[in-house]
């Protein structure tokens, strides 16, 4: 037998803005870190970078990826957006995408064109 895991409605009631590729956003993700007595500490830890691509639409499995270049090295997170981890995404610039997957910002000297 399979078990199924049920949503609650919390859950399908967030709401975030239209993210699509492009877009420069900042993702808000609750951390639980481990002290060294064992204890729990949880922090809200930001992500900012432009998403690459938007994965399995509106519903509850959809994820965006998210991509940054931090200390010359570039950084690529998966954040599933009805994870109950993600707390907010905020929309920071909107830029002009030709793609829907944004794969070629991975090489070197690609920039994207703000939308006026």
Not at 41 to 63: D, N
Not at 73 to 99: C, D, H, M, W, Y
């Amino acid at each position: 037998m399979v078990a199924i895991k049920t949503t609650s409605t919390e859950e399908l009631d967030r709401t975030f803005p239209e993210v699509k590729p492009g877009t420069i956003v900042r993702v808000h993700q609750e951390i639980t870190e481990l002290n060294p007595k064992g204890e729990e500490k949880k922090r809200i830890q930001i992500f900012e970078g432009t998403v690459l691509e938007r994965k399995h639409g509106q519903g509850i499995g959809a994820t965006i990826t998210v991509y940054k270049i931090s200390e010359g090295v570039g950084v690529e997170k998966i954040f599933p957006l009805f994870a109950p981890t993600v707390k907010q995404i905020e929309v920071v610039q909107q830029n002009k995408a030709s793609r829907a997957k944004l794969d070629y910002l991975r090489r070197p000297h690609k920039r994207m064109q703000e939308v006026k």
